[in-house]
């Protein structure tokens, strides 16, 4: 079999792979489904990933305002999670700590350490690998 | 604008449907707005039922009702310590055993008073005296020689994420190794210490019964965190007052007009503005009313001339670095059940934007702890209020953040943002006479500090 026969069929097996995974659970299904979040990368906007999903809840949930938590969800997609970040773009500054990430084959992670310190508007960061290109996928959330 | 007490208790009552009833923090996912679309949305006045009108009450919003509602119940419940914000955690020193102990705390409160750990005999209470709310005074302290910094009251500094101005300790007792040891401060050491305590048998026999072993057989280190964790017990059980302003938020929170009425005006128009144009509460938030972290506010930080105060990075610098951190050896592991207390020593990283940061105070008993900063550059508290009137924003380094813009306030309403700051701390001279420590008292002491 010629090499890019072979990339070809086995891009095409990790996509039917991928298929399957979605139609037998839905993304982040595992997770509490009361606090949980489902952002889907469509493409659009700048840097955003496409066909890829993460989903994730905030724990302890609910979220608040300058409490030590973690994040544990699921990246769903081709795609490889690289960081979790968060800021708040009005206040031009982000976290006073930098997460850790443990990530599971399955696509499920946990990131710890993260601490939103004001109400208002964050910016949750995934920073995820698509196809050896670095894309961010964002989620804002207001904090009261 | 006035309103009479219905509309206020009508809007309360919709703030709790809603959910949200004394939550320091809510978040709608979605990144759309939130709970209160209509954020401009005024309580309506109503007549009262029964009543003489009482056109004590401003017309707070729903949304203002709601931050008003963050800053309390004050004290803290322990028992909420699962589902609300930091201040409500228990009263615990994280990575001490001992905190929480009456045996401990009893020991504890006893050697925060004695000057005979220090070899030039200063104590703990030389800089953080009972009758001044656990602060002293001065703009910078003086142990054995002058320090660079002001001392900060220790009234629920339990509560506290990081200790010191620079949080460059992450707990009570690691906090309070620095000063033990400091040249400037108690000049002490792990010997003298021991020394010291074997000298006064009641002190060596209080030791055996609190860790179970002889003092004389520990090793000096053991002693020096030892001593740092009994001290902290008792420091952990010090927390403030209720003041004017809970009074005022409980009786929000209950719907009883006649007592909402009872706080000054001039004091409601200062609490409107510091939840609302004058945004303290972003990091002044939460029943402690500050969110625990650290913030440049443009202050003047030369400690001399050609001397710099790095504040914050240097302290991220110091607690990597500290032999006494959560990640330590003599760190205690949390209780069953609680959550990993060194999360926040694990993760936190020094940017170059921590230059010039210091802790964001809590505002309990501010009125009796001036003068204010790090380093007491502000003797009043109207000198703090026209500081942010003001606002330098070229004194800000790196970008500064953009929740600062100088509030530009008028006379009066600076005038009643002093009113509402007094109101944040209980009123009275009295207490300091009851606080005065008496070693041969010690229950009298603690039941009083621990009000």
Redesign the interface.
Known sequence: MKPGLAAAVLALLAALLTSVQAIAAPCGEQLPPAHRVLVEGNGQGRGEPAGVTVAFVPDPAPWTVSRHFALRGQLCGAGRLLRVDADMPAHRHGMNYRPTLSLQPDGHFVAQGLLLHMPGRWRLRFEIEVGGRRHWLDHSIDLK | MLVRWRGVHQALRLVVRLG?LG?????????????FPAQAQMVHAAPSAGTSSSPGVLAFSTVEI?RILSHGPWPPAPADA?????AHAPARDPGNALSGQPQAVALGQRLFFERRLSPAGVSCAHCHRPEQDFADGLARSRGVAELDRNAPSLLNAVHE?WQGWDGAADSLWSQAIRPLLDPREMASSPEHLQAQMLRQPALAAAWRRVFGRELRREEPQAVLVGTAKLVSAYVATLVSPRTPFDEFRDALARGDQVAAARYPLAAQRGLQLFIGRGNC???H??PRFT????ADIGLRFFVRPGVVDAGRFGGIEALKASPYNLLSRWADPAPPGQ?DEA??T????ASH??FGEFKVPGLRQVARTAPYMHDGQLATLEAVVRHYSELNLERLHA?????LSPLRLSPHEAQDLVAFLHTLTAPGPARSKVLQPKAQQPKNLNRVATR
């Open positions: 949200w939550l320091a923090g809510l978040l709608v996912p979605g990144g759309g707005s939130l709970a709601g699962a589902a609300h914000a930091p994420r509460q972003l990091c938030g939460g969110h625990g972290e650290f959550p999360v926040k694990r993760h936190v990283e934007r921590h970008d500064g953040e953009q929740v």
